[in-house]
């Protein structure tokens, strides 16, 4: 398939294990950020999503937890599993209407 | 449900000739958006639209760049001429609001030689 990006930082976990992907975001003001999963070949996939009013959110296998005072998001995908291989964006951005900032992707490898 | 389509997924051109993207999105999405993806980068937005109407336009080089969504449906960004440095993956994305989830398609990958 298809590359999202060639020198992206790359995690490598083994399978069954727990993946954290961080990112650090660049606008204070903003008070919306998602997790994109991003497969070869295809288009950012929404994970979950978080409110700079929470400090943490929990979906199905995934947490995003969020730091404000040092502006840094992070990923958690516990049980890490194959199909959970592809690039992963943090993106930004404030509810009242302004464009959606992605980061710089993380490439996650999970080792069978 | 189909998820917002986009065509061709991909594109080879030489430098200076033009080319055109088209994208439906998912029906009832009224909020439609392009953008362009370099290698190793997260999208950057180009053009969002609120039906027919761009309502942010700041990052599409109008030079070379346009855009329409004449019935506030589908829309087409068309390059013209094109640059070796458009080489890119142009991804459409839409939501219900302009300040709802976002579906992608999966993008056209342009190569420019």
């Known amino acids: 398939g298809e590359s999202v990006g060639l020198h992206l930082p790359t995690l490598s976990v083994q399978e069954g294990d727990n993946s954290i992907i961080n990112c650090a975001y660049s606008?204070?003001?903003?008070?919306?950020f998602i997790w994109y999963k991003q497969e070869s070949g295809k288009g950012p996939q929404f994970i979950i999503d978080i409110r700079s009013n929470m400090d943490k959110r929990q979906g199905q296998r995934v947490t995003v937890l969020l730091n404000k005072t040092v502006k840094h998001l992070s990923l958690q995908i516990a049980a890490t599993q194959p199909g959970d291989s592809a690039v992963y964006f943090c993106?930004?951005?404030?509810?009242?209407?302004?464009?959606?900032?992605f980061g710089k992707g993380t490439r996650l490898s999970v080792i069978a | 449900e189909a998820g917002v389509v986009q065509s061709p997924r991909y594109k080879i051109i030489e430098k200076k000739q033009p080319v055109a993207f088209w994208c439906n999105p998912i029906s009832g999405h009224n909020t439609l958006y392009w953008y362009r993806q370099n290698l190793g980068q997260g999208p950057e937005l180009l053009i969002r639209?609120?039906?027919?109407?761009?309502?942010?336009d700041s990052q599409l080089p109008k030079d070379r760049f346009s855009a329409e969504r004449l019935k506030g449906v589908d829309s087409t960004l068309k390059i013209q001429p094109a640059e070796l440095g458009d080489s890119a993956v142009y991804l459409c994305?839409?939501?219900?609001?302009?300040?709802?989830?976002?579906?992608f398609g999966p993008g056209t990958r342009l190569t420019v030689l």
């Open positions: 994305a839409s939501s219900l609001a302009s300040v709802g989830e976002q579906f």
């Open positions: 639209y609120e039906n027919e109407e761009a309502v942010d």
């Open positions: 993106a930004e951005n404030m509810m009242g209407n302004t464009p959606l900032v």
């Open positions: 606008n204070s003001a903003s008070d919306y």
